[in-house]
């Protein structure tokens, strides 16, 4: 497996802009979840899937944030209108059963700047 | 809320050293406590994992200690080499969820 696919991999933009983050988790793994990282938040816990359907969103900053995951190779990260302030990298990682394993794969993030 | 505090920020050793990082977690009932490594520009890996039921993990020249009474969980890097320079981060999961919430990490370097 290429393990999870993330793209794209730096985008820059303008305030107000529509941004859309896409992520491929590994084959098997039930568990899909959207994590952000800056120096001064560290990483923050977004929302999680399982088996597709949204578990937790408490962690999405605000209604300019929206996730999907409309099949189990395939989830979107959408902000809009973006903000200067959601400059960070953002990562996908995927799980599978946790009573084999509670390992979290990370995708190679998406570096997000918005001007 | 749930809450997971790292200490030290940064960490500067010797090569050969011993480097030690500790955490302690707020939710009595977390279960799963974690370590990633992320060297610079790439993306956190897991290095080691304990569960609750286990008080000490080991793996080459890592272990993690667990202290469920006291909530804390401590990393020991032992014989330091310079390609274990990066940032490390803890993790707890919250109650029987399958919710991770990091730490706020240590940078360590390995001092030539």
């Known amino acids: 497996d290429a393990g999870v696919i993330q793209s794209p991999r730096h985008e820059v933009t303008e305030m107000g802009q529509e941004v859309t983050l896409r992520c491929k988790p590994i084959?098997?793994?039930?568990?899909l979840f959207w994590y952000r990282q800056t120096m001064m938040r560290g990483l923050e816990l977004l929302i999680y899937?399982?088996?597709?359907?949204?578990?937790?969103d408490s962690g999405m900053p605000e209604d300019r944030f929206s996730a999907k995951m409309p099949n189990a190779s395939f989830s979107t990260l959408k902000i809009q209108p973006s903000e200067p302030r959601d400059s960070a990298v953002y990562f996908c990682?995927?799980?599978?059963?946790?009573?084999?394993?509670?390992?979290?794969?990370f995708g190679e993030g998406s570096r997000l700047t918005v001007l | 809320g749930e809450n997971v505090e790292q200490h030290p920020s940064t960490l500067s050793v010797q090569e050969g050293d011993s480097a030690v990082i500790k955490c302690t977690y707020s939710?009595?009932?977390?279960?799963?406590f974690p370590w990633y490594k992320q060297e610079l520009g790439k993306r956190p890996q897991l290095i080691i994992d304990?569960?609750?039921?286990?008080g000490e993990k080991k793996d080459q020249r890592i272990a993690v200690t667990l202290n469920k009474t006291a909530k804390h969980f401590s990393l020991h890097i032992t014989e330091t080499q310079p390609e274990d320079s990066a940032v490390y981060f803890c993790?707890?999961?919250?109650?029987?969820?399958?919710?991770?919430?990091f730490g706020s990490g240590t940078r360590l370097l390995v001092r030539p």
């Open positions: 993790a707890a999961s919250i109650g029987s969820s399958y919710k991770l919430i």
């Open positions: 899937f399982n088996n597709n359907v949204p578990i937790d």
């Open positions: 939710d009595s009932a977390s279960n799963y």
């Open positions: 304990i569960r609750s039921n286990v």
């Open positions: 990682a995927s799980r599978g059963d946790v009573r084999n394993t509670g390992e979290l794969f």
């Open positions: 084959s098997g793994h039930d568990y």
